[in-house]
């Protein structure tokens, strides 16, 4: 048995999964055909009560495609100091889009309405760059696993839309946040320009995320994603698994923040660890203590073949998943209590 925490990325469809991407119906999708991506398209728009949708090969390529439709070079991005659009996808802001990030450092990766409002450029000034876009990441990585409340986002929106603002959510695990708010999909959305959620990583299915915003929006990105090499053929494969992950794998997500909490309190307790962020969702990070390295634990979990994330020199991410059961845990506290 082989225990990998290293993210909600490393599970593998199953068989209900599978023989829904088996019997899918496809087309050539580069030419609108594929009626399983259309159905996904449709499907996760209505869901957040949005006009259309675009389906990606990865939750970097939407929120790529969708700061580089929201902005031109020289504009700036808004967003955390921990956001994965800033750490986590090579530079891509810049890269793809001539357009600089600006940092603010909120609390466990959350900003206020305040501290945008206090950060934006929105008046013309020849020395600065000129915001065009803000971006909030919910649930936060990086920071473990936090999650704004509506009315944090809400209130974000506000001044986006005062300044005249795009306002996008990387929504890469956006189900996470909602199953503990229990705020509806459908309000969320009439919040924001541009919606990313990812379909491969608490839902489980293989590859892909969706783009969801207006049709004019979506008309831009579609055109944007191929010009990135995003345009897939026959995608209605993996679209089927995602149609299948939004009818059966959104509730269950409380499992995996259940079995995050249970290893957090665990964790908590060992001698050889300093500390554990708070665990709210599904991602456990916590930091050793003076005399252990990172790599020294992680070598003596993969001996017992559990694998965990290098997070830092001294800091460790486990994240729980479809695919870590109950035995797993249990499994799990035993070798880290053995350590
Ligand atoms: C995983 C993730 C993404 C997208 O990652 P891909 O691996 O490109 O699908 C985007 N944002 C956040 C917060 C993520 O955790």
């Given at each position: 048995?082989?225990?990998?925490?290293?993210?909600?990325?490393?599970?593998?469809?199953?068989?209900?999964?599978?023989?829904?991407?088996?019997?899918a119906k496809?087309?050539?999708?580069?030419f609108?055909?594929?009626p399983?991506?259309?159905?996904?398209?449709?499907?996760?728009?209505?869901?957040?009560?949005r006009?259309a949708?675009?389906?990606?090969?990865?939750?970097?390529?939407?929120?790529?495609?969708?700061?580089?439709?929201?902005?031109?070079?020289?504009?700036e991005?808004?967003?955390?100091?921990t956001?994965?659009?800033?750490?986590?996808?090579?530079?891509?802001i810049?890269?793809?889009?001539?357009?600089?990030?600006?940092?603010?450092?909120?609390?466990?990766?959350?900003?206020?309405?305040?501290?945008?409002?206090?950060?934006?450029?929105?008046?013309?000034?020849?020395?600065?760059c000129?915001?065009?876009?803000?971006?909030?990441?919910?649930?936060?990585?990086r920071?473990?696993g936090?999650?704004?409340?509506?009315q944090q986002m809400?209130?974000i929106?506000a001044v986006?839309?005062?300044n005249?603002?795009k306002?996008?959510?990387?929504?890469?695990?956006?189900f996470?946040?909602l199953?503990?708010?229990?705020?509806k999909?459908?309000?969320?959305?009439?919040?924001?320009?541009s919606?990313?959620v990812?379909?491969?990583?608490?839902?489980?299915?293989?590859?892909g995320s969706?783009?969801?915003?207006?049709?004019?929006?979506i008309?831009?990105?579609r055109?944007i994603?191929?010009?990135?090499?995003g345009?897939?053929r026959?995608a209605?494969f993996?679209a089927?698994?995602?149609?299948y992950?939004?009818?059966?794998?959104?509730?269950?997500?409380?499992?995996?923040?259940?079995?995050a909490?249970?290893?957090?309190?665990?964790?908590?307790?060992?001698?050889?660890?300093?500390?554990?962020?708070?665990v709210?969702?599904?991602?456990?990070?916590?930091?050793?203590?003076?005399?252990?390295?990172?790599?020294?634990?992680?070598k003596k979990l993969?001996?017992?073949?559990?694998?965990?994330?290098?997070?830092?020199?001294?800091?460790?991410r486990?994240?729980?998943?479809?695919d870590?059961?109950?035995?797993?845990?249990?499994?799990?506290?035993?070798?880290l209590?053995?350590?």
């Amino acid at each position: 048995m082989i225990i990998d925490l290293r993210s909600d990325t490393v599970t593998k469809p199953g068989k209900a999964m599978l023989e829904a991407m088996f019997s899918a119906k496809v087309g050539d999708d580069v030419f609108g055909e594929d009626p399983t991506v259309n159905e996904l398209e449709e499907k996760a728009a209505k869901l957040f009560g949005r006009e259309a949708g675009v389906f990606c090969p990865s939750g970097t390529m939407t929120n790529q495609v969708a700061i580089k439709a929201h902005t031109q070079p020289g504009d700036e991005v808004v967003c955390d100091a921990t956001a994965h659009i800033y750490h986590y996808e090579g530079g891509g802001i810049s890269f793809n889009s001539g357009a600089q990030a600006k940092l603010i450092y909120g609390d466990r990766g959350r900003m206020t309405a305040k501290e945008v409002e206090e950060t934006i450029n929105v008046k013309l000034d020849n020395h600065l760059c000129l915001t065009q876009l803000v971006c909030v990441e919910n649930t936060v990585n990086r920071a473990g696993g936090s999650y704004y409340t509506f009315q944090q986002m809400k209130d974000i929106s506000a001044v986006c839309k005062k300044n005249n603002l795009k306002y996008h959510l990387d929504g890469a695990r956006i189900f996470n946040a909602l199953v503990e708010t229990k705020d509806k999909p459908s309000e969320l959305g009439s919040l924001f320009d541009s919606i990313s959620v990812c379909l491969s990583k608490g839902l489980g299915t293989p590859t892909g995320s969706v783009l969801l915003g207006n049709k004019e929006f979506i008309r831009k990105a579609r055109r944007i994603r191929k010009v990135f090499g995003g345009g897939m053929r026959q995608a209605g494969f993996l679209a089927a698994a995602g149609i299948y992950a939004l009818e059966n794998n959104i509730e269950r997500l409380k499992e995996d923040h259940y079995r995050a909490r249970e290893l957090g309190n665990a964790i908590k307790a060992l001698s050889f660890v300093e500390s554990v962020m708070p665990v709210d969702t599904n991602i456990v990070i916590f930091k050793l203590s003076d005399k252990m390295l990172s790599d020294d634990l992680l070598k003596k979990l993969a001996e017992q073949n559990i694998r965990a994330l290098n997070f830092g020199k001294q800091s460790i991410r486990f994240v729980t998943h479809l695919d870590f059961t109950d035995e797993m845990l249990e499994k799990t506290v035993k070798v880290l209590k053995a350590v």
